[in-house]
């Protein structure tokens, strides 16, 4: 089992930006898939972004043109740029990764 931490969340002012990370405890990302999941209070857990092993990506229309997932296969670590945020994208965000969760990063965006 891979062990996932998540770091680079936040409080940040309506239109700015963010990058969060989730390192990983071994090589993985050229194998798996990531997905990026996020859980506002009292909502589901929903799929943000994913990244297949082959560097496909996919977004949810929420935040498409405004996030960008990638990955550092050598750094063992994925990655969700944020830009525009919005006071909606206020949630904890989680990394997927072959069946493993991280801990999840606060992100809050509020003026």
């Known amino acids: 089992q891979v062990q996932l931490v998540e770091s680079g969340g936040g409080l940040v002012q309506p239109g700015g930006s963010l990058r969060l990370s989730c390192a990983a405890s071994r090589s993985i990302f050229s194998v798996y898939a990531m997905t990026w999941y996020r859980q506002a209070p009292g909502k589901q857990r929903d799929v943000v972004a994913t990244?297949?092993?082959?560097?496909?990506?996919n977004y949810a229309d929420s935040v498409k043109g405004r996030f960008t997932i990638s990955r550092d296969n050598a750094k063992n670590t994925g990655y969700l740029q944020m830009n525009s945020l919005k006071p909606e994208d206020t949630a904890v965000y989680y990394c997927?990764?072959?069946?493993?969760w991280g801990q999840g990063t606060q992100v809050t965006v509020s003026s």
């Open positions: 990244i297949t092993s082959g560097g496909s990506t």
């Open positions: 997927r990764v072959a069946g493993s």
